[in-house]
Structures are given as C-alpha cells and as structure tokens.
C-alpha cells in the first residue's frame, strides 16, 4: 500500500478520483485505475480488497503522505454525509414500507365519498380548457397549426369547462382519497409533497428533461403524435426508451429496442441513460409501496407476479455488471445513494412534458394509472392543465410534486394549459412520469 500511497500523492488525478470515492462510481473508478498501475509497478493486488487495505494503511499512517491523508479526511466527510441522506430518505419517503408509517399518514388525508355519473363530466373526447383566454390560444392554435388527428372531436372543438356541472373541486394544495359512495372503492387518490425532497425533484426533473430531449433528436417519427405536450414511454429490460406513436399495445409487450437500432452511443452512455431512468421508476415504486393503501397497489402487485415471466420489472443495473442483486441509485447534490433490496419498478411507463389529453378511457389489465407530477411552473390552477376524473365530475387542480392515482378504465383527461402564462408568451411548463401498461382489448 505504501507505494500506491505514495504515488497518489504525486497524481493530482488519482488523487481527486479518490477524494470522491465516497460515491460509488468514482470508488469502483479508482479501484480500477489503482488495480492497473499496482499491476504495472509489479505490485499486484486484489481489487476487491484494495480500497478497505489502503484506507486502513492511511489510517494507521497519517503522517506519511499529509495529501493523501487529507483527500481521506474529504472522503470519510462524504461517506458521513451520504450515510446521513439515504437514511434520512429511508425515513421521510417510507422505503421500508411500515405498515403503521403508511396507515398514519394515510389516516391524515381526508376521504372524500362521490357518485359515479352515468354520463361523464366533461363529456367524452373533450378538450377541456377553463377560461377564454386559454380557449381563444387554443382555438388559433387548431387554426394555424396542424393537428396529430383532426377526425377526433376533441381537438377539432375545445370545451369551455362549467364548473357548476362538477361534482367536486378539489384544489390545488388540497390531498384527498376518493371513495365511490355506493361500492367503497378507491376510484382515485391526490397526495401533495408527495416526495418531500427538493434534491429528488431536481434528480428528477433532470432525467425526465434529458430524456425526451434525447429521443426528440434520434427518432424521426416524434413523440406520441396523440396528446399535446411529449410524451415518452419507456419498456421493459434496461429501461429502453421509444418515442413516437406507440404502435404495440398488446399486454405481454417484447422489449423495445428504438434506443438501440435508431442511436448508438458508446455501451457506458446507453447503460447510464438507462440506469438513471430506471432508478427513477424505481424510486417513485417504492414510494408508492410505502404510501398508497394496499388495496391501490395490490391489484397491480398481483398482476405482476402473475406474468413475472413474461413482465420482470424494469431493471438496467444487470446489463453487463455481473450483479446478482437488483438495485437502484438516487443522485443529490452529488451524492449518490445506492439502495438494495427494494422493488423494480413495473416494466411500462412514460415520462411525460407539458401533456394534455382529452377525456378517454385507457385499456389496462390492472385497475389502476400511478403519476407523479414533479414539476409545474405555475401555482395557480387557473393557467390550466388541471386533471379530470370526468366519470365522477372530479376536477383535480395541478401542482408541483404531486401524487395522482387512478382508474384506468373510468372517463380521465387533463385539461389544455395556458400558453401564456406571464404576458410574454411563456407556456404552462408540467413534467413527470407516469406507471401503467396497456393492452388491447
């Protein structure tokens, strides 16, 4: 160890790599750089035990390379402080999945008992927007731009939402459990704060952005050429991501593989891209494990063991890495925090930018649609892009980090946002991501 030692202290580099080896990445880095120049030297060690060896030799020898020393004193400081953070992000966001944990916070939200109509409200296929302005943007926009499909009803003619024909607004700092009045189902659930974490947010929203603007520029079709806004789904292994018109909506879907035949970046990109995004639907998973009541998760639980053959969970950390444990890693503020042992995220999902959709119904073979709204660029509810649970006449006000749980099959849609939301022509911003899977029928 002492002439790793003393070479380190002599490389600004290797030096700097192990400084950060607090974080898993840069400490595999360094362990394989050091591995090689051991090599080199004549030297040889083990690479599974050279990073515990030369901790323990700088702790038992402080003075003999003061710099090498102090880049250990940094390093120990971040194992400290992303310990500190995977715990505190264990605790706040329940991934160990308390039963009592979950029971408390869900007895905090109230439950609200509704009436299904038997004629949706907004009606089927329609394009809902809230006030003039916002319908007037709309209706030029139809005139002067090219719709995805103009035979459909919706885009063709906007509607004027009327709010005396709702049968509840829920607004938009307000959480609710909706339970149907006859059945006692859960037909939906709003959690807000849902993840009460900015640097999970900002994660987030740098993934999601990253990855619609990447498959924007490599496929040649667009998005999904449906709704408004973009939307990307995203399959099976590894986490690979399509853009454009979904044209497979069968239940047991293959693997996609768009990323891989339309861009080919070197394998580590690809298999960084991936991870990233799947750690993403793994996070918000778990989340949902530990908060929403078991009868909203279990269905879809059931469904996946059911066809766990046919639909293992989206997983990219085994591409090539030799890892027998499935996991997943949450980055903040350079941090990164590795977690085992949780739940990959169901196999199917989209990220989702500045998306509205008209009142529809979804074919799904489990009850229920898991979103998270990370991001919304305005907290007044009258700038639209607010979601309907029409079959109930539910208006649900957007806002930032929330939670939206709902029935695939029952009348839903959200609402044209406001293209000018400040005067100077700057458009209603939402992203997030949403877990779900189709089929036809």
Not at 62 to 78: F, L, M, Q
Not at 158 to 171: A, F, I, R, S, T
Request: aromatic share 8%; glycine share 8%; net charge negative.
């Amino acid at each position: 160890m002492d002439r790793l030692a003393a070479h380190l202290a002599t490389n600004p580099n290797l030096l700097r790599l192990f400084s950060t080896g607090y974080n898993p990445s840069q400490q595999n880095e360094f362990v394989k750089s050091s591995t090689e120049l051991l090599v080199d030297l004549g030297h040889p060690h083990s690479s599974s035990e050279l990073w515990s060896n030369l901790c323990a030799w700088i702790s038992k020898n402080p003075d003999r390379y003061p710099e090498v020393t102090n880049a250990w004193t940094i390093c120990r400081k971040g194992i400290k402080d992303r310990r500190a953070l995977h715990k505190r992000l264990v605790t706040d966001l329940n991934l160990r999945q308390s039963i009592k944990v979950r029971n408390d916070r869900l007895n905090r939200i109230p439950v609200v008992h509704v009436t299904r109509r038997s004629t949706p409200y907004p009606p089927m296929h329609a394009a809902v927007y809230e006030n003039d302005k916002i319908g007037t943007q709309w209706r030029d926009h139809i005139k002067i731009e090219p719709q995805p499909d103009p035979s459909r009803p919706g885009q063709a003619n906007p509607l004027l939402l009327k709010v005396d024909q709702l049968q509840y607004n829920l607004g938009p700092s307000d959480s609710a459990i909706f339970k149907d009045i006859d059945t006692g189902d859960v037909i939906g659930i709003v959690i807000r704060n849902f993840i009460p974490h900015v640097g999970v947010q900002t994660w987030a929203e740098e993934i999601i952005s990253a990855a619609i603007a990447a498959s924007s520029k490599r496929n040649d079709n667009g998005f999904e050429d449906e709704d408004t806004g973009k939307k990307m789904t995203l399959e099976g292994e590894g986490c690979t991501s399509t853009a454009g018109a979904r044209k497979n909506k069968s239940l047991f879907v293959g693997w996609a593989r768009n990323l891989d035949r339309r861009f080919q970046p070197h394998e580590h990109e690809l298999r960084h891209a991936q991870y990233r995004s799947s750690s993403l639907f793994a996070l918000f998973w778990n989340c949902l494990l530990g908060n929403l009541p078991s009868e909203v998760t279990g269905d879809f639980v059931a469904f996946l063991e059911q066809h766990s053959a046919a639909l293992p969970g989206m997983d990219s950390s085994n591409l090539g890495l030799g890892l027998a444990i499935p996991r997943y890693t949450v980055q903040i503020d350079g941090l990164e925090l590795e977690f085992h042992g949780g739940q990959l995220a169901p196999p199917s999902g989209a990220f989702v930018e500045n998306y509205s959709r008209e009142i529809h119904v979804e074919t799904s073979p489990h009850r229920y649609i898991y979103s998270w709204y990370n991001r919304r660029s305005s907290a007044d509810d009258q700038h639209g892009g607010n979601f309907f649970l029409a079959q109930y006449a539910i208006r649900i006000a957007g806002s930032e980090n929330m939670c939206l749980v709902h029935e695939a099959r029952q009348a839903h849609g959200t609402g044209l946002p406001d293209q000018d939301v400040d005067g100077e022509g700057t458009s209603l911003f939402t992203s997030g991501l949403t877990i779900f899977t189709h089929r036809d029928d």
